[in-house]
C-alpha cells in the first residue's frame, strides 16, 4: 500500500532469482492504483487486484483467493522485503522433500537484531530463550534470524510460504483492520496446532521495514494490548494474569527505551499500551484500523 518503490525493489530481487515462482498476485491497497509496475518486469508472471478501502488480512485471503488451480505453495510476501540470491530455490528445496505435517515455512529475515535483554523480558514473559514460542501471556518469543532451520510455534505473516492445503482450511482473521497489529502470530498459533511450522535458514530475506510514525505511536500501543487480548480470547490454554504481568513489562520498556533514546513517541506508545489494558479489562476489543507507518 502506497508503496511503488518498495514494490519495485522486491521484484527486482524476484526477478533476479534462481528459480521464479510460477505467478504472483500483486494486492493493491494503494490511494493511487500501481498497476502499470506490473509491466516493467516481462520476466515475472503477475496478476493484479485492488483491493480499497485497504486492509492487510482482507488483502491477503483476497490474494489467496485468485490462486491458480495448479499451484500447491503460496507465499505472502510483504513490498518492503528484498529477497537474497538463491532464497526462492532454497526454499523450494525444502519443500520438494518436505513431509506432510508441514504446514508453513518461513524465510529467515537475516537483518533484525537479535533481541536484547532477553532474560529480563522472560521474566515479564514478554519473550522467551525458546525461539519461535508463543507464550500462555499471548505475547511471541523472538523467531529471527536463526543459523538453522527452527521449528516455531508462529511464523512472520509477510515472508512465509503455505501449502496450498493450508490457506484453503485456514484464512487471516479479517478483525486484524488496517496495519492488522499481530495478524500473523493469530494466524500461524492456528495453522500450527494442526501442521508443524519452520524458519529456513539458508532462504534468507532482508526486510527494510519502515519506522512508525511519531504521531502514530500511540495507536500503535493500543494495538500492541487490543490485538493481543482478542488473540487471546481465541485461545482457553492463555492466562490473562501472565498478560497483564507482560503488558506491565511492555509498558516499562517503552519508556525505558523512551528515556534512553529520548524520543517521545515511545511515551506515547506506552500511554496507548495502559489505555488499551484499561478498556481491554472492561472487555471493550474495538478494532483498530489505519496505518501505523504510511
Given at each position: 500500500?502506497?508503496?511503488?518503490?518498495?514494490?519495485?525493489?522486491?521484484?527486482?530481487?524476484?526477478?533476479?532469482?534462481?528459480?521464479?515462482?510460477?505467478?504472483?498476485?500483486?494486492?493493491?491497497?494503494?490511494?493511487?492504483?500501481?498497476?502499470?509496475?506490473?509491466?516493467e518486469f516481462p520476466h515475472l508472471s503477475l496478476k493484479y487486484v485492488r483491493i480499497f478501502p485497504p486492509g492487510l488480512t482482507k488483502q491477503r485471503n483476497a490474494g489467496m483467493s485468485m490462486l491458480s488451480p495448479n499451484i500447491t505453495l503460496a507465499a505472502?510476501?510483504?513490498?518492503?522485503?528484498?529477497?537474497?540470491?538463491?532464497?526462492?530455490?532454497?526454499?523450494?528445496?525444502?519443500?520438494?522433500?518436505?513431509?506432510?505435517?508441514?504446514?508453513?515455512?518461513?524465510?529467515?529475515?537475516?537483518?533484525?537484531?537479535?533481541?536484547?535483554?532477553?532474560?529480563?523480558?522472560?521474566?515479564?514473559?514478554?519473550?522467551?530463550?525458546?525461539?519461535?514460542?508463543?507464550?500462555?501471556?499471548?505475547?511471541?518469543?523472538?523467531?529471527?534470524?536463526?543459523?538453522?532451520?527452527?521449528?516455531?510455534?508462529?511464523?512472520?505473516?509477510?515472508?512465509?510460504?503455505?501449502?496450498?492445503?493450508?490457506?484453503?482450511?485456514?484464512?487471516?482473521?479479517?478483525?486484524?483492520?488496517?496495519?492488522?497489529?499481530?495478524?500473523?502470530?493469530?494466524?500461524?498459533?492456528?495453522?500450527?496446532?494442526?501442521?508443524?511450522?519452520?524458519?529456513?535458514?539458508?532462504?534468507?530475506?532482508?526486510?527494510?521495514?519502515?519506522?512508525?510514525?511519531?504521531?502514530?505511536?500511540?495507536?500503535?500501543?493500543?494495538?500492541?494490548?487490543?490485538?493481543?487480548?482478542?488473540?487471546?480470547?481465541?485461545?482457553?490454554?492463555?492466562?490473562?494474569?501472565?498478560?497483564?504481568?507482560?503488558?506491565?513489562?511492555?509498558?516499562?520498556?517503552?519508556?525505558?527505551?523512551?528515556?534512553?533514546?529520548?524520543?517521545?513517541?515511545?511515551?506515547?506508545?506506552?500511554?496507548?499500551?495502559?489505555?488499551?489494558?484499561?478498556?481491554?479489562?472492561?472487555?471493550?476489543?474495538?478494532?483498530?484500523?489505519?496505518?501505523?507507518?504510511?
Open positions: 500500500m502506497n508503496r511503488p518503490v518498495e514494490l519495485r525493489r522486491m521484484l527486482a530481487s524476484v526477478e533476479t532469482q534462481s528459480a521464479l515462482p510460477d505467478e504472483i498476485i500483486i494486492v493493491d491497497g494503494s490511494t493511487e492504483p500501481v498497476e502499470c509496475i506490473g509491466k505472502c510476501l510483504d513490498d518492503d522485503l528484498v529477497l537474497e540470491p538463491g532464497s526462492i530455490e532454497a526454499m523450494l528445496r525444502f519443500w520438494d522433500g518436505a513431509p506432510k505435517h508441514i504446514g508453513g515455512a518461513s524465510f529467515n529475515i537475516v537483518n533484525v537484531r537479535s533481541p536484547r535483554a532477553l532474560l529480563v523480558k522472560s521474566v515479564f514473559r514478554m519473550d522467551s530463550f525458546r525461539r519461535g514460542a508463543v507464550l500462555r501471556s499471548g505475547y511471541e518469543a523472538t523467531i529471527a534470524p536463526v543459523r538453522n532451520d527452527t521449528y516455531v510455534e508462529w511464523l512472520c505473516g509477510g515472508a512465509t510460504v503455505w501449502r496450498r492445503q493450508v490457506v484453503e482450511e485456514f484464512q487471516y482473521d479479517e478483525w486484524f483492520k488496517g496495519y492488522a497489529y499481530f495478524e500473523d502470530v493469530d494466524y500461524s498459533y492456528r495453522v500450527g496446532r494442526k501442521y508443524r511450522l519452520i524458519i529456513l535458514a539458508n532462504a534468507q530475506v532482508k526486510h527494510f521495514s519502515p519506522p512508525v510514525k511519531e504521531s502514530r505511536n500511540y495507536k500503535l500501543g493500543k494495538c500492541q494490548v487490543i490485538n493481543r487480548r482478542y488473540f487471546m480470547h481465541k485461545h482457553a490454554d492463555m492466562s490473562v494474569g501472565w498478560f497483564y504481568w507482560a503488558t506491565c513489562g511492555l509498558m516499562v520498556a517503552n519508556v525505558g527505551e523512551g528515556i534512553l533514546t529520548k524520543s517521545p513517541g515511545l511515551f506515547a506508545r506506552a500511554l496507548g499500551n495502559a489505555v488499551g489494558l484499561l478498556q481491554s479489562s472492561f472487555g471493550r476489543l474495538h478494532q483498530i484500523d489505519g496505518s501505523l507507518k504510511d
